[in-house]
């Protein structure tokens, strides 16, 4: 069946740069589109960006415009969120999600990025 | 920035019905929002009950519904449960590969 499991969260200073992974398995990542979406603590759910099944576009929210790139590794069905110039208002949980029909559908357990000094 | 609005709780008895809404603030939710229903409990990971308006995802037992009555998309909770009582999100397509969720509805079952 369908599993995403994200890595790569932790403590970090404002302005640093943090790479988040999610490694896919039973199915094939090229093949459907996937997001990211995020949670600070107590708060509701935040989508962030999204990268097509082809890989040919990206979209974000636009308060991470600029500083955030999701991106694809094929070969390792693995999808990445760099996250540069990092705030302190990007603390949150990061969820990557498979997209079935233009919705997010599929979850992975999600991956805690703290920004503080 | 148009927003996306649902009832920040909402109460329901065991074994009612009670039916959450997600509108926007400015014109009306269709299909073409592909409007999407989850369930998060407490230090959980959201989990997907009804996507693109009505499909139930794998898993889901059918006393979750989803449609779009008037001009909002509604998830409809038929013979509540207690365990049924956590945070519920909706998120909407918005085109131009965005989508937006709402601020959620926390359903207490009493």
């Known amino acids: 069946q369908v599993q995403l499991v994200e890595s790569g969260g932790g403590v970090v200073q404002p302005g640093r740069s943090l790479r988040l992974s999610c490694v896919a398995s039973g199915f094939t990542l090229s093949t459907k589109g996937m997001h990211w979406v995020r949670q600070a603590p107590g708060k509701g759910l935040e989508w962030v960006a999204v990268?097509?099944?082809?890989?040919?576009?990206?979209y974000y929210v636009d308060s991470v415009k600029g500083r955030f790139t999701i991106s694809r590794d094929n070969a390792k069905n693995t999808l990445h969120l760099q996250m540069n110039g990092l705030r302190a208002e990007d603390t949150a949980v990061y969820y990557c999600?498979?997209?079935?029909?233009?919705?997010?559908?599929?979850w992975g357990q999600g991956t805690l990025v703290t920004v503080s000094s | 920035q148009t927003v996306v609005t649902q009832e920040p709780s909402f109460s329901v008895s065991p074994g009612g019905t009670v039916t959450l809404t997600c509108g926007l603030s400015s014109g009306s939710v269709s299909t073409r929002y592909y409007p999407s229903w989850y369930q998060q409990t407490p230090g959980q990971a959201p989990r997907t009950l009804i996507y693109s308006t009505n499909t139930r995802s794998s898993g889901v037992p059918d006393r979750f519904s989803g449609s779009i009555l008037g001009n909002k998309a509604a998830l409809t909770i038929t013979g509540a449960q207690a365990d049924d009582e956590c945070d519920y999100y909706c998120v909407l397509y918005m085109g131009s590969g965005i989508w937006v969720f709402g601020g959620g509805t926390k359903l207490t079952v009493l």
């Open positions: 990268i097509w099944s082809d890989g040919s576009k990206e």
């Open positions: 999600a498979r997209d079935v029909g233009m919705c997010p559908v599929d």
